[in-house]
Structure formats: C-alpha cells, structure tokens
C-alpha cells in the first residue's frame, strides 16, 4: 500500500519550505502553506524564476507571524499584518488585496533580492478562486501557483534520476525532491502511476486530482544554492514532454477539510483511469 513519505510547507511563496511531521488540510492547502509572497512596487509577484536567491530565504512560522532568515543578514521576525490594511497584488492574471508587513519586512526582503521588495500576507483566502477549467466554483487557493495542494511521487523522481544519471554518464547528481516543491510525497506507487489517479485518500483527508503540474524553470535552480542548472527540464522535455510542457506531479483540491494527515498515513486510490493517457493537462 502507498503511504505518506513526507509532508512540506511553504510559508513564503517561492522562499524555502518547511518538512513537518503532521499538517492541517484546509480548503485552499495546508495550514501555513503560501499565506506570505514577495511582491515588487507595483504588486507583481516576485519568485524564484525572476531572482533565484529568493530561495535562500528560509521563512519559520512562529504562533503570530513569521521568522525570516537568510545568507548575510540578521534574522527578522514578522507578525502577522493587521487585515484592516490592504494593498492590491497580483499573481498569475488573480488580482486580490493581501495585507502588507511593512516597511521592516520590505528592507529586510530588498536586502535578501537585491532589488525593491514588499512582504504581503494573505489574511483571507476565499478571495482567490482555483482556474475554473480544472476545479469547481467553490474551490479555494491560497498563494500557490493555481492549486491548493502538489503530490509528487518518491518513485517517478527515482525514474526522473535514472534517466538524469544515463544520460550524463553518471556526473550529475541525484535531484532532490526539493526541486519540485511538492507539498506531500507518496512512497510505495508505481513510477508515473499518479498520472491516472482521480481521487485520493491519504489518512482521512480526500483529494480530487484536477490537473498534472506542468514544470518550469523554478525546478531547475538549486534550492541549497541558487544556482541554475539545465535539469530537470532537460531530461523532462525527453521523456515527459506533452503538449509543449514538462510535467513532474499532480495538483490536488481538498474534498474535505479540517482533517490532519500525518507522515505514515496510508494512500488509498479511489478513483483512477487506465495507464497511458499521461498528466491531466489542457484538452485542444
């Protein structure tokens, strides 16, 4: 039986990630994952495929805020902004308001960049509805890309470095699942079988499975340097190409919220459809 292998938050979108032992499903992702992002003077979004050292920050959720770290500067901590404030953002063509952290929080955040930067927290997450093409009217995101939550599996990324290390005879080292930022990781499935799965439980909580994950430059910077590489996009383009994209993991809308799952939990697939079709991915 596949089981729960490690669970990940991400407190700051784009910034590093958390791994904890157990998490609270909400509907728009798990609790504390992507309620803080980075944004530039005018509200844009600002991630690791515009400034990559982005990913050097290492954000810890303390019980009213945030405690932010990075390479060269002194650590911060950030309490959570008062809602009664709020500045227009956007991201990925959603436009919504969040709360900002102020003027502390952006010199810290324009030191870590390198460029002018605003701290914004997402007090309430009903304000940013799922792509309709993939979810349901009511479905809810946080500050993540377009889903509320990414399942990767331990066993496609063991196929994905199979071919990485044929491929470069050996020299390139095995990328870790950090690169694709996944918030949970089944052990114990078949490689690629999350392509077909529809619905799944992972201790008490179910999942739909609404759209595979299509990659992009994000997973081929460094998450413990902030270098960019050519993998994995290099080796996905080989052998996980449809459509024009790349694709590595399955997006998931909670059916269920509220519930905790917790490192171990067995992973029950539910609903599922015949093996070949690749990821769910845009119909022409």
């Not at 052990?187 to 529809?198: K, M, N, S, V, Y």
């Not at 459509?243 to 917790?262: E, K, M, Q, S």
């Not at 939990?265 to 459809?273: A, G, N, P, T, Y």
Request: proline content about 9%; hydrophobic content about 40%; aromatic content about 6%.
């Amino acid at each position: 039986m596949p089981y729960l292998s490690s669970i990940h938050r991400f407190p700051v979108k784009s910034c590093r990630g958390e791994s904890v032992d157990a998490a609270v499903v909400e509907p728009w992702g798990l609790a504390g994952d992507r309620r803080w992002m980075v944004v530039d003077e005018a509200g844009e979004v600002i991630t690791v495929r515009e400034v990559n050292r982005l990913v050097l920050v290492h954000p810890a959720l303390t019980g009213d805020g945030l405690v932010v770290t990075a390479p060269d500067l002194p650590r911060l901590g950030v309490a959570i902004p008062d809602p009664a404030t709020q500045t227009p953002v956007s991201l990925w063509g959603s436009r919504l308001t969040a709360a900002p952290a102020g003027p502390e929080a952006d010199a810290w955040f324009g030191k870590a960049l390198g460029r002018p930067a605003r701290l914004v927290h997402l007090d309430d997450p009903t304000r940013r509805a799922t792509s309709p093409a993939f979810s349901e009217p009511g479905d809810r995101v946080s500050l993540a890309d377009g889903y509320p939550l990414l399942v990767a599996s331990e066993s496609s990324l063991a196929a994905l470095n199979d071919v990485v290390a044929e491929r470069s005879e050996g020299a390139h080292p095995p990328l870790p699942m950090t690169r694709f930022r996944p918030n949970v990781v089944v052990a114990g499935a078949e490689a690629w079988a999350e392509d077909d799965w529809r619905r799944i439980r992972i201790g008490d909580a179910v999942f739909r499975a609404v759209k595979g994950c299509a990659r992009c430059v994000i997973t081929t910077v460094d998450p413990e340097t902030g270098e960019r590489g050519k993998e994995p996009i290099a080796t996905l383009a080989r052998i996980r190409r449809w459509d024009g994209a790349t694709w590595f993991g399955v997006n998931l809308v909670p059916d269920n919220a509220d519930v905790t799952i917790r490192v171990g939990d067995e992973v029950e697939v539910l609903e599922s459809v015949q093996p070949g079709g690749g990821p769910i991915r845009p119909r022409a």
